[in-house]
């Protein structure tokens, strides 16, 4: 590769931490920075905060080495050439992306520039972000010689980060200048080449030396508007297939085999048309609101996102309803709730449809038992444990004499379930999947009653159809 360059990641969430250690992974010498003192020294001492595959390996491999951590922004900027800024943007009260941490980020690194220096947009940020970084840049009497301001945005999915960053399907870069790009192709270069993938300990993935990552340059007001666009093109695909699903239950048609079929058009393919409870976590939900207070100041009517967002919101009420249905009433009902993370291999909760789900059963009187290979610790916080509800260590405990199984995250193990112990641990057979992780005649087959999305439900004989007995 070309000489190595020297990076600051400033913020060490799930974005700043995943780029920090995948730039040292191919082969640079980084730098990540955060104000959290205790996080920074979790970090130091080789702790993993978050939940995420491959991220404790290429920690215990280039921390302290590749990658290290710090508080001092300062000292990190001017031993650096590019500057990536990966802090929070939470959306604010009218939808717009709250950018307050980018400007007091900014105004610290105008007071360490001490050489030319490529300033690099990671987080998520509405388009025209790099100007008022500029402008920031410019008011604290920082030469326009000194920087350059790129958009760099991320398209990482939670629980396949890493090997996403390293085996991207697309690297955006944002620059309006030759220089700013320049550099940029040098840090991308190990994953453009292709000469990442040859080496011993890559981890594999979709790309090669034959088929490596592809760059593309473009504006930074296009880039800044592609990671917006795109997001909100994928909860499109997700509230789309939601409402067919609607659809094909009135009549008795299977959402799994209608997806299928349209998924095997090239126009349109099969990633996002998986009918569940909707999108959630940190992105989708935030970018939407953001991407359409951006069209509305710009006096662009995009109401097909309201639709986008009505949709997602209205699924939430339409598995609730299929429980209560299931179960006639829920006061005094013991629920077992599997999943708490928003999607499996993640612990991030944020706009989960599972916490939500869990919030309006206890609402409604019912008693809640639920189990996440991962995100327990983190939903404490939002439905601390109560006389209603509770942890259990595992499937089966939650499972224990309760009055139906609730499935809300599509965790594998959660698809893997041994259904003849499941229905001995039950107090009645009944399982209501959000997440159509079952084969409905199988769940029949094992004497279940079996309620999914989009596909008729399944009642084993002389059970009753919930349905018809709902009231």
């Known amino acids: 590769m070309s000489k190595p360059v020297s990076i600051c990641v400033i913020g060490s969430g799930y974005v700043g931490l995943v780029a920090a250690v995948c730039f040292a992974e191919i082969g640079h010498q980084v730098v990540c920075v955060d104000k959290n003192e205790a996080k920074v020294k979790t970090l130091r001492d080789g702790g993993v905060p978050i939940f995420e595959r491959h991220l404790p390996e290429l920690l215990a491999r280039h921390g302290g080495r590749g990658v290290t951590f710090t508080t001092d922004l300062a000292a990190a900027v001017e031993q650096s050439e590019a500057i990536f800024i990966a802090v929070g943007t939470p959306q604010g009260d009218t939808g717009a992306a709250d950018l307050s941490h980018v400007e007091a980020v900014v105004s610290q690194i105008a007071r360490s520039i001490n050489g030319y220096k490529v300033i690099v947009e990671k987080s998520t940020v509405p388009v025209h972000t790099s100007e008022r970084i500029r402008r920031v840049m410019h008011l ?40 700013a790009a320049g550099l940029m192709r040098r840090i991308y270069e190990p994953l453009t080449s292709g000469s990442y993938y040859e080496l011993p300990n890559s981890l594999p993935g979709a790309c090669s030396l034959q088929c490596p990552a592809k760059l593309l340059v473009t504006s930074a007001q296009s880039a800044e508007i592609i990671k917006h666009a ?50 959630g976590g940190s992105c989708l939900p935030k970018d939407v609101a953001a991407f359409q207070w951006l069209a509305e100041q710009q006096g662009v009517n995009f109401q097909l996102l309201d639709e986008v967002r009505r949709i997602n919101e209205h699924q939430k009420e339409l598995f609730f309803n299929k429980v209560r249905a299931a179960l006639w009433t829920l006061r005094g009902k013991r629920v077992a709730a599997l999943g708490l993370a928003f999607k499996g291999d993640t612990d991030d909760i944020r706009d989960s449809a599972a916490i939500g789900i869990i919030k309006k059963l206890l609402e409604a009187g019912a008693s809640v038992t639920a189990y996440d290979p991962a995100a327990m610790e983190r939903a404490h916080e939002l439905l601390p444990p109560s006389e209603k509800l509770r942890y259990a260590g595992g499937i089966f405990e939650a499972a224990q004499d309760a009055d139906a199984l609730l499935i809300l995250t599509d965790w594998k193990e959660f698809a893997d379930l041994d259904l003849e112990r499941l229905k001995q641990t039950l107090r009645f057979p009944i399982v209501i999947d959000g997440r159509n992780l079952h084969q409905p005649q199988q769940m029949l087959d094992h004497g279940f009653t079996y309620i999914s999305i989009g596909r008729p439900a399944i009642y084993p004989p002389h059970a009753g159809d919930a349905r018809k007995l709902a009231v």
């Open 140 to 179: 604290n009497g920082v030469a326009a010689e000194s920087y350059d301001v790129v958009s760099n945005p991320e398209f990482l999915r939670e629980g396949t980060a890493i090997v996403q960053f390293l085996h991207p399907d697309r690297i955006i870069v944002g620059a309006n200048s030759n220089r």
């Open 230 to 279: 795109s997001n909100a093109f994928l909860a499109m695909k997700i509230s789309f297939i939601n409402a067919v699903s609607n659809l094909a239950e009135t009549v008795d048609a299977n959402i799994e085999e209608i997806s299928a079929g349209m998924g095997l058009d090239t126009r349109i393919g099969p990633s996002f048309l998986r009918a569940g409870l909707g999108y």
